[in-house]
């Protein structure tokens, strides 16, 4: 058997190679070419902000991430990433760099019963596809509760626009079966206005990837349930073992037929030719028999013929008579349909009276709904917009004072909640997305850790060491309990005198000699306050992106320290070493990102 390939180009070309493995000969002829589709700038945004996105093929994911990384979107973390098949997943983690959840049965309905897509009521979900096609996963999950959206990618065109080149071309290389995946290709196919292609067509066999598939050809084109044959997927292996079980239950059929023909006994002839002979035979014996039996058939024939002249008589009475109650049912059928035309008439007058009158009362009920909404906007819009210009503001003093970018996205988000029951907000919107965008893709400032550093330092002012001398302690004065030893006589007069000298006078003998400390507690309490006050106006220059201000600071507290503090102790080192690593370190200047938010507001207002 020889098959078609119709796959588009690109495609086709795999499996012809996994046949050719198993001898099997196959023509490639696409029969449809897939054209990119631009999605738009909200519908991108739509889906960076889903909670789940679903992708209906391979195409779907490889124009949607091209697209996607042309205009410098990036899809949520906490997205999830759902697709109809294994080779769809496939195609989402290269180019996606991203896993996704396929069905086992590997269709839309496949993918509504997933256990993940059950309870999805207020989720935002986006359905990433080529135009047209089936609308089966969009009903099902708007019927859960979620607010779906749609992003088309790509669309499917016809190569020619008729079917007779192929065909032609397929009749002459003698085409046993036809591969065809989508409904799109098969009724490409089949779009001839000759009847022979049609005929031909219909005694093919058709590979299908899918059960819809097979009821089309059903239904549209009567291409019995023998004719089609569906693959248990729609990769090229799955496609390939089809076929293959295809022909070999073809070859199967064919065996058993030709064993059935041989099975005939090959004396059959004799046993015939012998019969023949014995009839011959017998003929001159039954002749008269013969004879008197057609006599007796004549005679029965004109019997028959004689009544059925009778019963022609009674069938020409009774026709009569049910051609005059036709004619009578004609003239009622006549009058009864000038009746219906009268009244359709008069319905159609009745229609227009009732449409005329509809639209005047409609006409007047919006006119009164636009006064009400035009008082009612008016008693609010002045607290509606002073929130919006409030919000809008806070924002900006988010990213540009604060620089806190995520505090900014939930302003921003916030004020777009605000604004979702209003009208002719598309251009805010657009703008208020874009800033948000922008917002996540800014990388977090680092001024965080060297304001935590520097705070880190001013806690360990309290427990530097200053630059004083302490009093030595004085020597421990010798025992003056007397020795109860004889020869120790002359011990105990030394102890004895120098008790009698101790209560007249003390003298108190040190290794070094006795120097008051340098600084007292208020000056040590000053110079303390000094050095953290440094600190502090480090922090405060840092934040505000006072390079100068910063260096000067950081200066004067290193000077501090060398100048007050004691050297050559470790915490004391470990400041001035981190003092110095600060001040050798280069901070970038960051500019500040401007918002577009406030200016798009504030033309909207206007």
């Not at 049965?105 to 309870?119: F, H, K, M, N, P």
């Not at 099975?263 to 023949?276: F, H, L, V, Y």
């Not at 505000?544 to 470790?570: E, M, P």
Request: net charge neutral; with cysteine.
């Amino acid at each position: 058997m020889k098959f078609a390939i119709t796959r588009p180009q690109g495609k086709g070309e795999a499996l012809a190679t996994e046949l050719a493995k198993s001898n099997i000969s196959a023509l490639c002829t696409p029969v449809l070419k897939l054209n990119s589709v631009q999605a738009t700038p909200q519908q991108l945004l739509d889906a960076c902000d889903a909670d789940i996105i679903i992708f209906i093929s391979q195409d779907a994911v490889q124009n949607f991430a091209q697209q996607l990384q042309a205009d410098g979107f990036s899809l949520a973390t906490t997205c999830q990433l759902f697709a109809v098949g294994t080779q769809t997943a496939e195609a989402v983690k290269q180019c996606l760099s991203r896993s996704a959840i396929a069905p086992t049965r590997q269709d839309s309905e496949g993918v509504v019963a997933l256990t993940e897509l059950q309870d999805i009521e207020a989720q935002r979900i986006v359905i990433v596809k080529g135009r047209g096609g089936r609308t089966h996963i969009a009903k099902t999950l708007k019927a859960r509760g979620a607010l779906l959206s749609t992003c088309n990618v790509y669309e499917r065109v016809t190569e020619h626009n008729t079917a007779e080149n192929w065909l032609d071309h397929w009749q002459a290389s003698k085409i046993d079966g036809i591969v065809v995946t989508s409904n799109a290709a098969v009724d490409a196919i089949f779009n001839s206005r000759q009847a022979a292609h049609q005929h031909w067509l219909q005694a093919r066999i058709f590979v299908v990837v899918s059960e819809r598939t097979a009821q089309h050809l059903k239904i549209q084109y009567k291409i019995t349930d023998t004719q089609i044959v569906v693959s248990a997927g729609a990769s090229n292996e799955a496609l390939a073992q089809t076929i293959c079980g295809l022909i070999s239950q073809q070859g199967s059929a064919m065996t058993e037929k030709q064993e059935s023909s041989a099975s005939i006994p090959s004396n059959e002839p004799q046993q015939m030719e012998k019969k023949s002979t014995k009839n011959t035979a017998k003929l001159s014996k039954t002749a008269v028999l013969a004879l008197l039996v057609a006599l007796t058939g004549v005679a029965g024939a004109g019997g028959v013929y004689v009544y059925n002249q009778q019963q022609a008589v009674k069938q020409d009475a009774q026709l009569t008579q049910l051609a005059a109650q036709n004619a009578q049912l004609a003239s009622q059928l006549t009058a009864t349909q000038k009746t219906l035309n009268d009244l359709q008439a008069q319905w159609q007058t009745q229609q227009q009276v009732m449409a005329a009158q509809l639209n005047k009362q409609q006409q007047k009920v919006e006119q009164s709904l636009q006064k009400t909404l035009s008082q009612a906007r008016q008693q609010v819009g002045g607290a509606v917009s002073s929130e919006l210009r409030a919000l809008a503001r806070y924002a900006e003093f988010k990213v540009a004072s604060e620089r806190d970018y995520l505090g900014a996205v939930i302003v921003l988000q916030r004020l777009e909640s605000a604004i979702a029951e209003e009208v002719a907000t598309d251009a805010l919107k657009l703008a208020i997305n874009q800033d948000i965008a922008m917002l996540r893709a800014l990388p977090k400032p680092s001024t965080e850790a060297i304001y935590m550093e520097l705070a880190g330092l001013i806690s360990q002012v309290d427990k530097l060491p200053l630059k004083t001398i302490d009093k030595p302690k004085a020597n421990a004065s010798e025992d003056a309990q007397l020795s109860k030893d004889i020869s120790d006589w002359q011990s105990n007069i030394i102890r004895s005198w120098n008790k009698i000298k101790a209560d007249f006078l003390t003298i108190r003998q040190h290794d070094k000699p006795v120097i008051d400390p340098l600084l007292d507690a208020q000056e040590q309490q000053l110079i303390r306050a000094q050095l953290r006050s440094y600190l502090q106006q480090a922090q405060t220059a840092f934040l505000d992106q006072q390079a100068s201000i910063f260096d000067q600071a950081l200066t004067g507290a290193k000077n501090t320290l060398a100048r007050y503090y004691r050297s050559g102790d470790a915490t004391s080192d470990m400041v001035l070493e981190r003092l110095q690593v600060l001040q050798r370190t280069e901070h970038s200047v960051t500019k500040v990102p401007q918002i577009s938010t406030p200016q798009a507001l504030k033309e909207w207002l206007q």
